[in-house]
C-alpha cells in the first residue's frame, strides 16, 4: 500500500500570523496534490531564537497555532505533523517552554506530542553557538504514533543525531521516522545528509526531514533542503534552500523487502550487547 507525503518547507518570518497563514496555504496546494501525510518544519510558527520562543509560545489545546493545526488535519483530512512550536506548559517544576512537535489525525484529535529531549546546546569554533537549555525545558519520552498505515516514530532535529533514540523508535515498531528540523549553514552541509541516510539505513526505515526555508534576514539561517529517504537509503526528494513543497510516494512493503533481505535488526547480537530504554513511548495528550 503506497501513500503521498509531502514536506512544505515554509519561510518563517517574525509575525506568527501570517507564517500560521503560509502554513494553510503550503499545506492546502499539497493536499490538492495528493498529500495525504504532511510534514512542517521545527518552529514553522516563530524564528528560530531564544529571544523569540517565550513570546512565541503557546498551550495545547488553546492555542492558535495549535487549533490551527487540528483544525486543518480535520477540514483536509489529513495526517499532519506541526514542526515543532514553543508549548508553554505547567510542570512539576513550574511553566517551562518546550520545543514540541504536535502529530494530528485525519479527525483532527491529537495522536501524539513529541517534546525535543536532546537540547541543542553547542559551540561551534568559527560556525555556530546557540543554547537552545537557555530558554526551553526538554522532553522525557521517546514517541511513536500509531496510524491507519503503519507506527511513525517523531523526532525534533538535534534528536536525529542520537542513534540510540532513533532505533528505540524502531524497536518499538517504527517503520517511519519524521523529523521536523532546522540545521544551520555550518552543520547543515557537514552532517545533514549523511546523517539523515545513516539514521534510514541502519533502521531500514523511511526517513523524513522537514527544515524551513533559509531567511538570510533571520538572525539564524537555515540549512533546508529538506530530504525524504527510503530504506535502502535512496533519496526520494530533496529541497534546495528556498520555500517549496517536495513530495513522495511511501511504499512500505519496502520497509518489509529490504529488512527480510538484509536482517540487520534480527542480526543484533543481544547476548553481547543491548540498548535500555527507560522511557516509555507514551502518546502524551
Ligand atoms: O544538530 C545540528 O547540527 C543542528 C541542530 C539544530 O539546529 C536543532 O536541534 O534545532
Known amino acids: 500500500m503506497s501513500f503521498k507525503t509531502a514536506v512544505c518547507q515554509m519561510l518563517v518570518s517574525h509575525s506568527k500570523s501570517d507564517n500560521i497563514s503560509k502554513a494553510k496555504s503550503m499545506i492546502e496546494e499539497a493536499v490538492s496534490q495528493g498529500a495525504e501525510l504532511i510534514i512542517m518544519p521545527e518552529m514553522f510558527n516563530c524564528p528560530y531564537e531564544n529571544t523569540s520562543f517565550p513570546d512565541f509560545a503557546e498551550s495545547y489545546p488553546d492555542g492558535e497555532t495549535v487549533k490551527f493545526l487540528a483544525q486543518t488535519a480535520k477540514e483536509n483530512?489529513?495526517?499532519l505533523v506541526g514542526g515543532s512550536v514553543p508549548e508553554s506548559a505547567e510542570t512539576e517544576s513550574g511553566r517551562q517552554i518546550f520545543n514540541t512537535s504536535f502529530f494530528f489525525d485525519p479527525q483532527?484529535?491529537?495522536i501524539v506530542?513529541?517534546?525535543?529531549v536532546h537540547l541543542f546546546d553547542i559551540d561551534i569554533e568559527g560556525g555556530i553557538s546557540f543554547r537552545e537549555s537557555d530558554t526551553l525545558g526538554r522532553g522525557d519520552q521517546i514517541t511513536v504514533a500509531g496510524t491507519?498505515?503503519?507506527d511513525i516514530g517523531l523526532a525534533i532535529c538535534y534528536d536525529m543525531r542520537f542513534p540510540e533514540l532513533m532505533?528505540?523508535?524502531?524497536?518499538?515498531?517504527?517503520k517511519m521516522i519524521l523529523i521536523p528540523a532546522a540545521f544551520n549553514t555550518t552543520t547543515g552541509p557537514a552532517h545533514w545528509e549523511i546523517t539523515l541516510k545513516?539514521?534510514?539505513?541502519?533502521?531500514?526505515?523511511f526517513v523524513i526531514a522537514a527544515s524551513p526555508a533559509r531567511n538570510l534576514e533571520a538572525a539564524y539561517h537555515a540549512y533546508g533542503h529538506s530530504l525524504i529517504v527510503d530504506p535502502w537509503g535512496e533519496i526520494l526528494a530533496e529541497a534546495g534552500t528556498g520555500e517549496e513543497i517536495i513530495y513522495a510516494s511511501i511504499d512500505?512493503?519496502?520497509v518489509d523487502r529490504v529488512r527480510r533481505q538484509l536482517p540487520l535488526l534480527r542480526h543484533r547480537r543481544t547476548d553481547l550487547y543491548?540498548?535500555?530504554v527507560n522511557s516509555q513511548p507514551m502518546a502524551q495528550k
Open 113 to 116: 506530542r513529541h517534546r525535543k
Open 77 to 79: 483530512k489529513i495526517y
Open 274 to 276: 543491548r540498548l535500555e
Open 108 to 110: 483532527g484529535q491529537l
Open 198 to 205: 545513516t539514521r534510514a539505513v541502519d533502521n531500514q526505515t
Open 252 to 254: 512500505l512493503e519496502l
Open 148 to 150: 491507519k498505515w503503519c
Open 167 to 174: 532505533r528505540a523508535m524502531v524497536l518499538k515498531g517504527a
